[in-house]
Nanobody, 124 residues
C-alpha cells in the first residue's frame, strides 16, 4: 500500500507563491506517474498538473500554464507543485495522486492512490 502526504498549503495574497510537496511512504510507486488535482468549494475536482516517472512528460491544465510547475525527486519519493502568480480562483483543496501506470494522465480514475489534501487559500 502507498500513503501520500501533502504539505505546503496555506493562506497567501494574490500574486504570491506557494510550493506544495507530496511524499509517498510505504511501498514506493516505482515507475508511476503522479499528479496534482484540486477541488474548489462547490466545484468538481479537476486536474492541475501531472508528471511522468522520468519527469520528461508533463501535463498542465490551461488555467495554470506558465504559473505552476510540477517536478519530482524520485530518490525522496516526493513530487512538488510550485505555484506562482496565484489568483483567488486558485483557492481549493489540493490533492496529490499517484498511479501505477507510467504515462501521464489527466483522468482521476487512472490514479490508484490519493492524499488527504492540503488547503490553499488566495486572498484578493
Amino acid at each position: 500500500q502507498v500513503q501520500l502526504v501533502e504539505s505546503g498549503g496555506g493562506l497567501v495574497q494574490a500574486g504570491g507563491s506557494l510550493r506544495l510537496s507530496c511524499t509517498a511512504s510505504g511501498r514506493a510507486v516505482v515507475g508511476g506517474a503522479m499528479g496534482w488535482f484540486r477541488q474548489a468549494p462547490g466545484k468538481e475536482r479537476e486536474i492541475v498538473a501531472a508528471l511522468s516517472w522520468s519527469g520528461s512528460t508533463t501535463y498542465y491544465t490551461d488555467s495554470v500554464k506558465g504559473r505552476f510547475t510540477i517536478s519530482r525527486d524520485n530518490a525522496k519519493n516526493t513530487v512538488y507543485l510550485q505555484m506562482n502568480s496565484l489568483k483567488p480562483d486558485d483557492t481549493a483543496v489540493y490533492y496529490c495522486a499517484a498511479r501505477r501506470g507510467v504515462s501521464v494522465s489527466a483522468a482521476q480514475h487512472d490514479y490508484d492512490y490519493w492524499g488527504q489534501g492540503t488547503q490553499v487559500t488566495v486572498s484578493s
